[in-house]
């Protein structure tokens, strides 16, 4: 039954990793498998593929926020089915998440969503009815599409360039022993549990496509593996210690490092300087922990101190705001690492990850401590930023103020301010900001809080019609400085910026593509 034609699809958002998923299918259907013709596109522009009649259609899902997106995608794997939805098949994260809001799609019926992973053999994971027939649906004893090698030549046939590509993509373990509730990965994946040998993967991508230069673990929870010890030599054995350099024929050697992409726990590494002391030693680069929220901050310092003591210095973390913490728990956690780096000097810069529920269609979730307005001006901030929170003193004190009291203020402010702060603190702005600093001074905190409220009810493009909805004269004054500026009054204080930072010699704080967080939300609408 070899030839028969596959499609894969990914829907047409930024992301950072390749689709796993849809490789280890092209794994199955491709040359070290059923050997079929496997087509792999992103996004809908590419309309060649109607000139095929296509045997299966399968299209992954990454974040739920992105149903639009993903929604475009599977409409265009129908029309390429030339409708008929039963060859069609979708799955990943938002399918297994929304997998009821998937399934309830009426114009959807008959495409088959898969819920989890696929873990069990290929007919029964894939639904496949052998009463009727379908393609491959006798295969119900071979190995699991979730533990092939994963196909990379099919990552030729796009343009797209994913920010980390040259690595070997691989899991120790899947599920997590943690139960977080702003955390899909219980339903994913389940309970914590060891997976195949990094080394077979790593053998195995390489004999087909070649050396990779990082080793990427796509781990939930890799330290509360039981075979920590027994993995971190694994990782040394393929190669990957301090300083290692990969040397290809024809190319100048490059530095190796090893990414647990998705952070480690901090309760775990806090319990014994070992888990610190066995990481050292691997290239790994950066050391990522997560610093969720305020009540981990004991074993996230000592995590840290830790990781000082045996030379982990290059240190990333993710910190979730927008779930039960608020602005001044959220603050703290940020200075916490300035000080870090200023006491141990070290360099840790950290990734702000705004919550959303991970059955939401859409961004708009707010948090119990937190306001539309407030998550309006973050994003602001963390664009100025690039998404990142610096070990700068220096920087930090400017992006996001000299205490938790100065962060709210500096969220309170006009969006514009925040923006264009040099041309409202330093430049030809400066007195509009003394009287703007001046009139919300003179407010109460009831007054503050209404200011706030009445923000986060509409678009600036409707902030004018606000002064109607309150009785307080100095809420109605103050509010005129929340008024958008003119596109061509905006362009010019931004061309003035940009240029008093050019003469300033102000360079921006920036890190390598791969090594950011996989999505950061900065471009999208608060």
């Not at 995608?73 to 809001?101: C, P, R, T, W, Y």
């Not at 491959?136 to 796009?158: A, H, V």
């Not at 993995?231 to 301090?242: K, N, V």
Request: glycine share 6%; net charge neutral.
């Amino acid at each position: 039954m070899a030839n028969k034609n596959i499609l894969l699809i990914e829907p047409g958002y930024k992301n950072k990793y390749p689709p796993l998923g849809l490789m280890k299918l092209a794994a199955y259907h491709g040359p070290w498998g059923k050997k079929d013709n496997v087509r792999f596109i992103k996004g809908e522009a590419d309309k060649t593929v109607f000139e095929t009649v296509w045997d299966r259609v399968y299209v992954t899902t990454l974040f739920s926020f992105e149903w639009k997106t993903i929604s475009r995608a599977i409409d265009f794997a129908i029309s390429a089915s030339q409708n008929q939805a039963g060859k069609v098949f979708v799955g990943g994260i938002a399918a297994s998440l929304m997998h009821e809001s998937f399934v309830e799609e009426s114009k959807w019926r008959g495409v088959r969503f898969i819920k989890g992973l696929l873990s069990d053999p290929p007919a029964i994971a894939l639904q496949l009815d052998d009463f009727a027939e379908e393609l491959y649906s006798d295969d119900r004893t071979g190995m699991p599409i979730e533990d092939l090698i994963p196909n990379y030549s099919i990552l030729d046939q796009i343009e797209y360039i994913y920010p980390v590509h040259d690595a070997y993509f691989a899991y120790a373990s899947r599920g997590c022993v943690r139960k977080c509730h702003f955390c899909g990965v219980p339903t994913l994946e389940g309970d914590q549990r060891d997976v195949t040998s990094i080394t077979s993967i790593v053998r195995g991508i390489t004999d087909r496509h070649g050396e990779k230069k990082d080793l990427t673990l796509m781990d939930n929870n890799f330290t509360a593996s039981p075979n920590f010890k027994e993995i971190i030599a694994e990782i040394r054995d393929l190669g990957f210690t301090p300083g290692a350099k990969l040397t290809r024929p024809g190319r100048v050697p490059v530095q190796r490092r090893v990414d647990f992409n998705q952070g480690v726990d901090a309760r775990i590494l806090c319990k014994d300087p070992m888990y610190l002391r066995e990481m050292s030693k691997i290239c790994i680069n950066p050391l990522r922990i997560a610093f969720d929220h305020i009540g981990l901050r004991k074993p996230y310092e000592t995590a840290i101190r830790y990781a000082h003591e045996f030379g982990l210095c290059d240190l990333s973390n993710y910190m979730l705001y927008n779930f039960h913490d608020s602005p001044s728990d959220l603050y703290h956690r940020m200075r916490l690492n300035i000080d870090l780096n200023e006491e141990l000097n070290i360099r840790i810069f950290s990734f702000p990850m705004r919550y959303q529920p991970t059955n939401q269609k859409d961004r708009t979730h707010v948090g119990p401590n937190w306001n539309r307005y407030f998550l309006r001006s973050m994003q602001i901030i963390l664009q100025a930023t690039h998404g990142i929170v610096s070990g700068a003193p220096s920087f930090f004190k400017r992006a996001f103020g000299d205490s938790a009291e100065g962060f709210e203020r500096l969220l309170s402010r006009p969006e514009h301010f925040i923006f264009n702060r040099a041309w409202y603190e330093e430049l030809a702005g400066k007195s509009e900001f003394a009287e703007f600093n001046a009139q919300f001074s003179r407010l109460s905190d009831s007054e503050r809080a209404e200011l706030i409220a009445l923000l986060s009810t509409a678009k600036p493009s409707q902030f004018a019609s606000l002064r109607k909805n309150t009785r307080s004269n100095r809420i109605a004054s103050i509010l005129e400085f929340y008024l958008p500026l003119p596109a061509e009054k905006e362009q010019e204080i931004w061309s003035v910026c940009r240029e008093h930072r050019f003469k300033q010699k102000q360079v921006d704080v920036s890190i390598p593509d791969d090594q950011r967080v996989e999505d950061a939300g900065l471009t999208e609408a608060a």
